[in-house]
């Protein structure tokens, strides 16, 4: 028996064994497949993450690609725009000296800016003065002159305009400075605010084919554009005014009201001077008449002491004369009180 129970317990302790060796075995494979699924999550997070950052990158490389598509049609289209408007400025410098002679050329131009102002004058500028600068009189004049006033009459905005052209067959190129100054001096002796040259002169140079152009830096005020910037021209130069105008009226507005805040100081001021003058004139004279009238009741006091003075002397004679007798006034006098005695005896 006890072999058989010791063989019995080495079996159960075997097979204890057994089970724990086993149960390690399911541990060690389950954390196994835990590791497993892990690692797999951390790879899939990864394989995440840059499947984002890759989205992100194309994102940004498609949103490039478009901005450098558009970059790219926004100077096709700057440089078409400019290339049109060179072509139509061609276009318009060709035919416009298809049309002129020699003996007309100075003319047309100005002309042609004529026509062009009087198409749009009733609508656009119905109360502005454009006309030929025909006074001479301080020895050179302008071709035009714009004035425009508003409603009220108060001119707001004048412009010296002087119309430049020439033949391409002319010998002697000019350039649009050459007449900067004495532009100038017509724009000022006219009293002009603004001096614009409309010019066909150097019709090569870029500069002055791409638009407006300021020559303020010569000449104050100054401008130099191709006819077809004619009108344009006046509209940006007239609502610039236009704008100015109304900021002068605001700023009139205050400025009068502060004027009028001013001269009412000054009225109240006024005011408390004359006041206060006319206070210290009364006053000094209310002093003086309450100096007199101390003097006087001084006076009357005075009066009145000696009248009461007066009174009782008057009755202190009174009683002296009521007291008065023969007796007392004969006293010292014997004589006379024997006269007196013998007259009461005879009565």
Known sequence: MDALSKL???????????????????????????????AVGRKDKELSEKAAELIELRGKLTSQENESKLKEKSLQEQYEG?????????????????????????ESLEQHCLTQFNSLRMTAFPNAYFEKDNDARTGSKGDFIFRESDEDGTEFISIMFEMKNEMDTTATKHKNEDFFKELDKDRREKGCEYAVLVSL???????????????????????????????PMITLLRNAALNSLKYQR?????????????????????FKDAFGRNY????????????????????????????????????????????????????????????????NGKK
Do not use: C, W
């Open 250 to 270: 605001e700023l009139e507005v205050v400025r009068n009201q502060q004027i009028d805040i001013m001269h009412f100081e000054e009225n109240m001021n006024a």
């Open 82 to 106: 400019k290339l049109k408007l060179k072509d139509e400025q061609i276009e318009y410098y060709k035919d416009f000296k298809a049309k002129q002679s020699t003996k007309m050329v100075g």
């Open 8 to 38: 019995e317990a080495a079996l159960a302790e075997r097979d204890s064994k057994v089970a724990a060796l086993e149960a390690k075995l399911a541990a060690g494979e389950t954390e196994k497949k835990l590791a497993v699924a892990e």
């Open 280 to 343: 210290r004139l009364a006053s000094e004279k209310f002093q003086k008449a309450i100096d007199e009238i101390d003097k006087t009741i001084d006076h009357l006091q005075k009066t009145k002491e000696a009248l009461l003075s007066s009174e009782n002397n008057l009755r202190l004679a009174n009683n002296k004369a009521e007291e008065l007798s023969v007796k007392k006034l004969t006293k010292n006098a014997p004589s006379v009180k024997a006269m007196f005695d013998d007259l």
């Open 201 to 231: 002169l150097e019709i090569d140079n870029e500069l002055y084919n791409n638009g407006i152009v300021d020559v303020s830096y010569r000449y104050p005020k100054m401008y130099v554009i191709r006819p077809q910037f004619f009108i």
